[in-house]
């Protein structure tokens, strides 16, 4: 039987956007004690590549600096980007080590978005949210944050403090539209 509070937990995880974050701090207690959960994640021949970059106060507002340097976007979107990187905490950039003598890539890609997971359900019950956000731009932030070239980024951890109750909505199609059994 599986244990109803891990399903409980599992099915309300939600992606909580920064419009809803109120703009409190994380105590940087809490941040490790998800980075703990997120380097519990399994992973093959125990390569473990997921890496954290912790952006928040300065650093954050100098990411955001680079960001808008960086991308040709337009004012309204500069808007919303800076009001998000306001209300949030932190931004965690997610980054993957590349062991490639050891693994395909993919395997540490899925290595590491389970430790994304870790984070992200984690947050289950609290008033702290979060969501992965995947922009094309991470890719010109290289230099920025300081990769080195067995590393890449797989986008940014917006995490905020909140006081929404997100309705569970799973909005996921039928399970048994995607299952197959071979009795
Ligand atoms: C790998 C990955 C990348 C994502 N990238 C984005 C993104 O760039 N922008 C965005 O708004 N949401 C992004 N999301 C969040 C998904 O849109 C969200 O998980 C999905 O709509 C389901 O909602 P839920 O997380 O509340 O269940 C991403 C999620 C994953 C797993």
């Keep these: 039987m ?57 650093s954050k507002k100098k990411l955001l600096d680079e960001i808008i340097k960086k991308k040709e976007i337009s004012e309204i979107k500069k808007k919303k980007l800076e009001v998000s990187f306001n209300k949030s905490s932190h931004i965690i950039c997610i980054c993957m080590k590349r062991n490639k003598d050891l693994l395909p890539e993919w395997e540490e890609i899925a290595a590491t978005s389970m430790a994304v997971q870790n984070i992200w359900i984690s947050c289950v019950d609290s008033n702290i949210g979060g969501y992965w956000s995947t922009p094309k731009y991470m890719n010109q932030l290289r230099t920025f944050l300081q990769l080195h070239q067995d590393e890449i980024c797989l986008g940014f951890f917006y995490l905020g403090m909140h006081d929404s109750k997100k309705e569970n909505t799973t909005r996921r199609g039928n399970l048994y539209e995607k299952i197959q059994w071979f009795r």
């Design 2 to 58: 599986i244990h109803q509070k891990i399903s409980s937990i599992i099915q309300s995880r939600r992606s909580i956007y920064p419009s809803a974050f109120n703009g409190e701090m994380i105590e940087e207690d809490i941040i490790i004690q998800l980075l703990e959960n997120a380097n519990h994640a399994p992973s093959h021949k125990m390569t473990q590549p997921w890496r954290f970059k912790i952006f928040g106060n300065d």
